[in-house]
């Protein structure tokens, strides 16, 4: 019987379903942290732009990628709900 076990255990993922949908939900809140910081710069090197220092990069934008590793720390720890038949 604890052979049986084993041998049906070998195909399954390490994950539910439900876990791999909310890694990519938190992938994509992560993406979106970094776009949000994209820009700000001069075509001038010469010239200071002092948009690069706006509280959408430097407050806003760290603050929701880091919220994204959380919620992947919390989609890989959650454990999916089973239904015993």
Known sequence: MAKQKSESKQGEFALAKENYI????GL???VIGFLLMIGGGSE???VFNPEVFSFRRITLAPLIVLAGFLFEIYAIMKKPKTSDN
């Not at 909310?22 to 939900?25: M, R, T």
């Open 44 to 46: 001038d090197p010469t």
């Open 28 to 30: 994509a809140v992560i």
């Open 22 to 25: 909310l890694l990519l939900i």
